[in-house]
Nanobody
Framework: VQLQASGGGLVQAGGSLSLTCAAS????????MAWFRRAPGKEQEFVAV????????YYSDSVRGRFTLSRDGATNTVYLQMDSLKPEDTAVYYC???????????????????WGQGTLVTVSS
């Protein structure tokens, strides 16, 4: 399975961007899909995850209320809508996918099986 992330770019604070992550495999087996990010000089951190059904999402405290994750189950594509962006959202964003169900440690990058190449989001002040 390959994950293709896209949609990064440069935006001013308060603006919006939408990231897309498409999985190469459309068949069942791909479960939850998530986004992580790594800011310059910082550890990778969890952003959001969505279940296979798309009915359940979890967000980190830092993005809850500003970011929205949705999913097209037919194509195993997820969309991260990022609104009210802040300079501290600047990072390389990585999408990830896991086979099976939602893991209890869904915020832990180690529980994901597949990773995309990353897309850079830069928010200017």
């Amino acid at each position: 399975v390959q994950l293709q992330a896209s949609g990064g770019g440069l935006v001013q604070a308060g603006g919006s961007l939408s990231l897309t992550c498409a999985a190469s495999r459309r068949t069942s087996g791909i479960g939850p899909m998530a986004w992580f990010r790594r800011a310059p000089g910082k550890e990778q951190e969890f952003v959001a995850v969505i279940t296979f059904s798309g009915f359940t999402q979890y967000y980190s405290d830092s993005v809850r209320g500003r970011f929205t994750l949705s999913r097209d189950g037919a194509t195993n594509t997820v969309y991260l809508q990022m609104d009210s962006l802040k300079p501290e959202d600047t990072a390389v964003y990585y999408c990830a996918a896991r086979e099976g169900g939602l893991h209890g440690r869904y915020y832990d990058s180690n529980v994901y099986d597949y990773w995309g190449q990353g897309t850079l989001v830069t928010v200017s002040s």
